[in-house]
């Protein structure tokens, strides 16, 4: 038992070094000092407080898509629409906050309300399809996530736009989710986020529905003979998990972002869904590998900056975190692999 | 802004940010040969970040900041937010904003504008002397108010010029999508367009492709490039509008220097030279037609075009 | 002596598990050599060892004397050993035809010489009077006719060495026939045989010499001559057979749960109801006998609400519940053991424990506040008194599910199942998979709830077990209630005739 | 809507249809092995950079496709890997692909062309035209004066749909996506069977993108695949896994996506975002009305391991 939970950290761990050491590789193969660019990406993502502040306000967004893959799957929902779902969110806070037209922290709360909705309406649309036609949510929720993007072109160039650019008006400044310091650009949303995952984390392992939801997403069957109703779970969690990134988009676009922009929320479902992967699907340690990510991203934003190497550098480090940790714990599953650790353990063991 | 370092030594240095590539052979490349011809004219250092996505704008610029840049150049009016943000935390570091809007500017921000729509008139000129089918297209990545104007000034230049003008006009919704590029040109061939004027990028650099494939041996449908000069990139490229960037960003960098730098709008036009006419191709535009044209241009300059 | 297979010291682990251990085995030609053991002895998987679908841990297999190291499927049928898979090995979506052909390497060229291969298939199925319709889809087709297919299936692969994994299990007593007289033509032309079963009867009837596996071990070859049922019984079960007479009670109370004239899915002879009617009485087992296949899946998911009658009418203890849903059923104190334990009784990932209280998490014992707040030592405390009075074998009550064996995955449904004292308990093949002494625990305990008081469904592919345990009998064919029998001396030919739909 | 419109709109239907087919078939020789490869874009990506470079550098269209198809194949590789030897879960590594592709596209391209700032343009595959036949009025130039891709792509489908129906091969390989086990009993090498269809998935989607560089359009740029991977992998679905299904939904998205491009020229009152969202919504529309009784290949989705009960 110890040693699979220990395997179960152990592996993504060491997947992700051998990951940066590959993406070393290619930085000095680039004749860049790779040295000197595991240095500028700490200083990026640590170097100061402000520094330390934004990876936290990046790490924002990926927390709720994130939490939101991991409530998802855990029902055996593969939700794909967390960008659709997310960007449904800071469609309606933006529109509701500019549509009310007044200013105040009351507007902020009706705001935050409607994304979540709509969140949860964007992701409830699937799971009708899928309960009701049998339709693969997979397929589906990509589809939703294309029509959600071009609604958000629709905004932002047209609807709601304002000025020069194709962009909407910003959130008034009283309207904002405020800043927990002054100085620094972490808002409250990042509180919600927590307390969220913390609440998800609570509800799957601490409560009878939370059981009940993994029973189902483990397996069906068997939950509908022990008399689950496994289409109103997974509706539910279609719902709920919609709702998670559609708060995520109105913390976000409330808080950091302020308006819809061309090329606005791109990635976040995605990597949500792998980051939770890589988490196990564990709310908790969704929020840490989320918080991971964003060291990734900011720190690496300044290693790029630093030594000049292409942009694309860190996607592929990137992408061969995701490839590595989960290759890394599929291999755990295979019979002959695990034999292997196992004795390797014994060994060390007993010596 | 900051007073200027009294030591002549020190070497300053611009960054560029860019949410496109700057080798797409539109927008990105144009924006960065401007800065590093600007850098080089009066010796500076020049780096850039491109193909970034909008999550990392703000990112990205700290860490310029950080690293102790002098000057931040982001060539583009959506990334104004984040240059507010920013340059609020930074107040030693210079930011221009290209085609920023007026009432950006404050002590450490700049806008740099060209005039669009000088750039939409000459273009309009040119397809208004030009068309023979009396059809003219326009493909916009984005709608930008500057696309925007670029197009009503585009139209009524050309219309201005011959009244039986009409214009066919689409926006692609993005800087990059080549094929679509090719697609809406296509179509607009089909409606009778013979040419064409583009302000979208690489988006632009299919519909030449596609032009040219129409054309086959003999050019007979054109596009008029921009914002660099285009002649020769493709076979159907009449003549290029040329937005000479270098020019202006030069002008922020002096200032940086100097320590004027700030609340200030540079703009570009014909008047200053910033805005201005690139070569003809001669074997399909005579030098009759070339003498309207500038004779067109010189009205224009003067306020006196279609009146 | 023409031996033409031998297995030495053959040893197949699962995990920590030894589902066969050092076994030693062999093959004469044109013989039938069957393969006695009780469920999950490792007759299976040896088989699987032979064909390549496992490898095997340690031993060696010889074929004609020579060593051979059997890599895949592929090359044991080019090696000529063909076997008809317990679970069969049919794709569904194809043609009998299709699956015939499926992976034939013998003839060259791109495309399928449909008249050709069909000739060649006809042919074969004449000589063994192997009837099939070639162009018909598995699914249309009876269990009876698929296992024909996955015999010509074997042949047509030009098999010296057949093995068929339980053939009869699925077969009606005239259908059995009929394979014995494939098999003796098959030995006529001296093709070797390997046949595996735990019936007795047909052991001695069909085979020259009988091997007997236990909990994964070879006990003993015989020469089928020279023994009885009664020392194969012996033998297989490891120790004398006590014959165990439950008492058989006779119930007059009110029914519990009655079926009046229910019908689903009519128009299937293997997975539909038609006009079933039936009652069971509190305090009484109703058993329902026949072969798998005939309509028992859809009978016991309908009566504990998995799925809905499309006609007639289910009244259970008084009330009709036709539109009920499982949670209502459950909910009016119906248990179910269902037929699959781990895709429909298990949630495999999760652990002993949670699965203890699958329906449980409701219950006040276990939550506060409607079900936010789930009190774990209570949960701890009533699973450590489970495991000590179903006697649950597990190393920890967190560990998966999935790890544990069959006996003691079904011991955890059965106290699932038990704990809430239920007024209905539906049985389905209780027992399918267990050793002797967990198939004993689970039929005395069933025999205790129904002298509690408790009515119960069982429903059972083992016609011996029914026999055994039921107050009243009736049997199933094709859909249908073909009759019913008292438990009390019942008529066994009668009821063997019925379950071939006599 | 005159004739020649019409002829127009489905000349370009069949232009945009063309590198869909490429990689609607390429999943859809996934997916009859059990494979569902949602990475399709990326190799898309990484194709599309391969086909240009090699088209760039030689000047020889055809090497382009040959060698983008085998860059579609390497990347493809490392989803056969995790998926069928470590028996993954096929759609993260599908994600994976999806991140990690592109990004070493644009990358290499950065590598090659440094930080020049001038448009690299390959020569693009020229149409070859069926002399007598192309002159047809209205089909000539749909049919017979194309690129020989185009040819090549509906012969694959017709060869894709004759495999599938009629061969031997074809046969085994549909049983492995429907039931490896029996397939495996059957003396047919399962994992052997699902790597090639990752080499063909790799290769198609590797062609498909390399067809956008050498016979769509002359330039690379990151993002040139645009979401075409995932609107094949809803064709397969909409095509119901078979060639002709396939070949007729990827027409159907050309053709809404050309109409799409048509009407925006037209009309400057509704949004083109609006127009644009006409074929995800369709598919919606379409998947909604048919359902999806037929589930395609039965064990597709899910990890193979010989030794599972
Ligand atoms: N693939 C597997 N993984 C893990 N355990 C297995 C596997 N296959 C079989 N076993 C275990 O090995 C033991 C022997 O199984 P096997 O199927 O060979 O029994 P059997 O004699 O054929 O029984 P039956 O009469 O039920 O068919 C059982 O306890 C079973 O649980
Ligand atoms: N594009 C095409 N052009 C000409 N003939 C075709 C084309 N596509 C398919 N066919 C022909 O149609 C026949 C049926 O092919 P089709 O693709 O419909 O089969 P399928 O749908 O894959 O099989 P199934 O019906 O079992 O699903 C084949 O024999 C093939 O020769
Ligand atoms: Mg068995
Ligand atoms: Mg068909």
């Known amino acids: 038992m110890q040693k699979t939970k220990l395997l179960n950290v152990l592996i993504p761990v060491l997947s992700i070094l051998l990951a940066f050491v590959i993406g070393m590789l290619i930085i000095l193969a680039l004749g860049k000092n790779p040295a000197e660019a595991i240095g500028y990406l700490m200083k990026g993502a640590f170097g100061s407080k402000t520094n330390l502040a934004n990876t936290v306000v990046r790490a924002m967004p990926l927390i709720f898509t994130g939490l939101s893959t991991c409530f998802a799957y855990r029902c055996g929902v ?132 939370g059981f009940q939801l993994r029973a189902v997403g483990f397996n069906p069957v068997a939950s509908s003979y022990n008399g689950l109703s496994v289409k109103r779970y997974m509706l539910t969690a279609f719902i709920v998990s919609g709702a998670i990134a559609g708060l995520g988009g109105a913390c976000d676009i409330l808080g950091t972002q302020f308006r819809l922009i ?51 550098v860190i996607d592929i480090i990137q992408a061969l975190v995701i490839i590595f940790a989960v290759a890394g714990s599929s291999m755990m599953y295979l019979p002959k692999v695990r034999k292997f650790v196992m004795n390797l353990f014994e060994k060390k063991e007993a010596v | 802004a900051k007073e200027a370092a009294p030591a002549a030594e020190k070497t300053f240095k611009v960054a ?41 704008y703000a990112d990205t610029m700290i860490s310029y900041c950080d690293l102790g840049y002098d000057m931040i150049f982001a060539p583009g009016n959506q990334y104004s937010d984040a240059v507010v943000q920013v340059a609020a935390d930074y107040p030693n570091v210079a930011f221009a904003v290209l085609n920023g809007s007026t ?54 230049a050309a219309q201005a010029i011959n009244p039986d003008i009409k214009v066919v006009s689409a926006y692609a919704g993005s800087f990059n999508d080549t094929a679509k590029g090719m697609e809406l040109a296509a179509s607009m061939i089909n409606e009778g367009a013979d040419v064409f004027f583009g302000d979208a990028s690489a988006v632009d650099s299919g519909a030449r492709q596609a032009i040219d494939q ?80 500038a004779d067109y241009i010189k009205q224009l300059q003067d306020g006196t075009f279609g009146n | ?133 070639l162009e018909a889809k598995i699914t249309d087709i009876s269990v009876g006719t698929q296992q024909r297919v996955e015999i010509l299936k074997a042949l047509y692969r030009g098999a010296e060495l057949l093995i068929l994994d339980e053939p009869t299990a699925v077969l009606t007593d005239i259908e059995v026939e009929g394979l014995y007289s494939v098999i003796e033509k098959l030995k006529s032309e001296g093709k070797s045989i390997i046949f595996i079963s735990h019936k007795m009867r047909e052991v001695l009837h069909v085979s020259d010499r009988v091997t007997i596996l236990r909990a994964g071990k070879t006990i003993k070859t015989l020469e089928a001559s020279e023994t009885d049922g009664k020392e194969l019984a012996n033998l297989m079960i490891g120790r004398e057979l006590v014959e165990c007479e439950y008492r058989k009670a006779e119930a007059t109370g009110e029914p519990v749960i009655e079926l009046k004239h229910v019908s689903y899915n009519k128009a299937s002879k293997h997975n539909g109801l038609n006009d079933v009617s039936l009652a069971v009485r509190c305090g009484e087992i109703l058993g329902v006998a026949g072969v798998d296949g005939n309509g028992q899946s859809q009978l016991s998911q309908i009566v504990t609400g998995v799925t809905m009658a499309e006609a007639g009418e289910v009244v259970l203890k008084g009330c009709r519940v036709s539109h009920m849903t499982a949670a209502d059923f459950i909910e009016k104190n119906v248990s179910h053991i269902p037929e699959d334990r781990n895709r429909m009784g298990l949630v495999g990932n999760m652990t002993v424990e949670e699965n203890l209280l699958l329906k449980s998490t409701q219950n006040c014992a276990f939550c506060d506040a409607n079900g936010w707040h789930l009190k774990k030592k209570a949960m701890r405390a009533y699973a450590e008194t489970m495991r000590a009075k179903y006697d649950i074998r597990c190393q920890s009550m967190e560990q998966e599910i999935r790890s544990l064996s069959g006996g003691n995955q079904q011991k955890v449904i059965l106290a699932r199942e038990l704990e809430a004292s239920p007024d209905l308990l539906v049985a389905v093949h209780p027992t399918r998979g267990l050793d002797i002494g967990a198939t004993r625990y689970v039929r005395d305990t069933m025999i205790e709830a129904r002298d509690k008081g408790c009515a119960v469904l069982l429903i059972s592919a083992d016609f011996d077990e029914v026999l055994q345990m039921s107050d009243r009998i009736i049997v199933m064919f094709e859909g249908k209630v073909m009759g019913e029998y008292s438990g009390k001396n019942p008529p066994i030919q009668a009821i063997s005739l019925a379950m071939a739909g006599k | 809507m005159n004739w020649n419109l019409l002829s127009e709109v489905l000349i370009s239907a069949v232009r945009m249809a063309t590198p869909l087919l490429f990689v609607a078939l390429a999943e859809l020789y996934s997916e009859r092995a059990g494979l569902v490869n949602i990475g399709l874009d990326g190799i898309m990506a990484f194709g599309s950079l391969v ?61 090659v062309f440094g930080v020049s700032s001038t448009l690299a343009q390959a020569t693009l595959m020229k149409t070859v035209s069926i002399p007598v036949l192309k002159d047809v009025p209205f089909l000539g130039k749909l049919l017979f004066d194309q690129t020989p891709m185009v040819y090549g792509v509906y012969l694959l489908v017709i060869v894709t749909a004759i495999y599938f129906n009629r061969t031997k091969s074809g046969l085994n390989y549909k049983a492995v996506g429907e039931y490896p086990k029996a397939a495996e009993t059957m003396g047919i090498n399962v994992v052997l069977h699902k790597y090639i269809a990752c080499i063909l998935c790799g290769f198609l989607a590797g062609m498909g993108g390399a067809y956008l560089t050498t016979c769509y359009v002359n330039t690379y740029s990151d993002g040139i695949v645009a979401g075409r991977g995932f609107i094949a992998l809803a064709a397969v679905i909409f095509g119901r896994w078979s060639a002709s299904g396939v070949l007729l939904a990827c027409l159907l998205f050309g053709f809404f996506d050309a109409m799409q491009l048509r009407l925006q020229v037209g009309t400057d009152l509704i949004p083109y975002q609006l127009f644009q969202m006409i074929p995800y919504v369709m598919t919606l529309i379409a998947l909604t009305i048919f359902g999806s009784k037929i589930a395609g290949p039965k064990s597709k989705g899910k990890p193979y391991y010989r030794e599972e009960r």
């Open chain 1, 78 to 209: 593969f939700n794909l629409g967390g960008e659709g779902q997310f960007l449904a969110g800071s469609m309606a806070a933006i529109t509701v906050t500019l549509l009310i037209g007044h200013e105040g922290w009351w507007v902020t709360i009706v705001a935050v309300l409607a994304g979540t909705l709509m969140g949860g309406i964007w992701g409830l649309l699937p799971g009708i399809l899928k309960t009701w036609r049998g339709l693969n949510e997979m397929i589906t929720t990509i589809m939703f996530n294309y029509v959600a993007t071009l609604f958000m072109g629709y905004l932002y160039t047209t609807a709601l736009r304002e000025g020069s650019v194709p962009q909407t008006a910003p959130v008034p400044d009283t309207t904002k989710i405020g800043r927990i310091i002054p100085d620094l650009r972490i808002t409250w949303g990042i509180v919600v986020a927590i307390l969220l995952g913390v609440a998800i984390w609570y509800f799957l392992f601490y409560t009878s529905k």
């Open chain 1, 262 to 312: 061309s090329g606005y929320g791109g990635g976040y479902g995605f990597d949500g869904v792998a980051l939770a992967l890589i988490a196990q699907l564990h709310p908790l340690a969704t929020m840490a590998v989320a918080y991971f990510f964003a060291v990734l991203r900011v720190g690496s934003t300044t290693m790029q900056v630093g030594t000049g190497v292409p942009t694309s």
């Open chain 2, 16 to 56: 560029m940010i860019c949410d496109s590539s700057i080798s797409d052979g539109g927008w990105g490349a144009a924006c960065y040969n401007g800065m590093t011809a600007a850098a080089e004219s009066r010796g500076w250092e020049t780096a850039y970040t491109d193909a970034i996505d909008q999550s990392a």
């Open chain 2, 103 to 156: 009432e950006l500017p404050t002590a450490n921000i700049m806008s740099i504008l060209p005039n669009a729509d000088q750039i939409g008139s000459i273009a309009g000129i040119i397809a208004g002397l030009m068309s023979k089918t009396n059809v003219i297209g326009f493909i916009g990545g984005m709608e930008l108010d500057t696309t925007k104007s670029k197009l009503a000034h585009f139209t009524s």
């Open chain 2, 214 to 293: 129409a054309n086959g041996d003999n050019v007979t449908i054109v596009d008029i490039g921009q914002p660099a000069d285009l002649l020769g990139q493709n076979p159907c490229v009449v003549s290029s509008v040329v937005t000479d960037n270098a020019a202006m960003i030069a002008i922020c960098l002096e200032k940086v220097e100097t320590g004027t730098f700030g609340n200030e709008v540079v703009f570009g036009s014909l008047e200053n030279g910033a805005v201005y006419l690139g070569k003809f191709n001669d074997a399909l535009v005579d030098a009759d037609m070339q003498t309207k044209v």
């Open chain 3, 1 to 133: 002596m023409n031996e033409i297979l031998r297995m030495e010291h053959i040893s197949k682990q699962f995990g920590d598990f030894y589902a066969n251990k050092d076994i030693n085995f062999d093959v004469r030609k044109g013989e039938v050599h069957t393969l006695l053991g009780e469920n999950g002895a490792g007759k299976s998987t040896l088989m699987n060892v032979l064909i390549g679908l496992y490898q095997p841990t340690e031993g060696s297999i010889y074929l004609h004397g020579e060593k051979v190291h059997i890599e895949s499927p592929a090359q044991a049928v080019r090696l000529g050993i063909g076997m008809v898979h317990q679970h069969f090995m049919l794709v569904e979506a194809m043609t009998v035809m299709q699956n015939i052909i499926l992976g034939d390497k013998r003839y060259k060229g791109l495309f399928i010489n449909h008249d050709a291969r069909r000739k060649e298939i006809l042919e074969l199925s004449w000589r063994y009077g192997l009837n099939v319709d």
């Open chain 4, 51 to 111: 086909g240009f470079l090699v088209c760039f550098w030689t000047g020889n269209p055809f090497l382009g496709v040959l060698c983008g198809a085998l860059g579609g194949v390497l990347v493809n590789m490392v989803y056969a890997f995790c998926t069928v030897t470590l028996a993954g879960q096929q759609i993260v590594y599908g994600m994976a692909l999806n991140i990690f592709a592109p990004a070493l596209a644009s990358f290499i391209y950065r590598v």
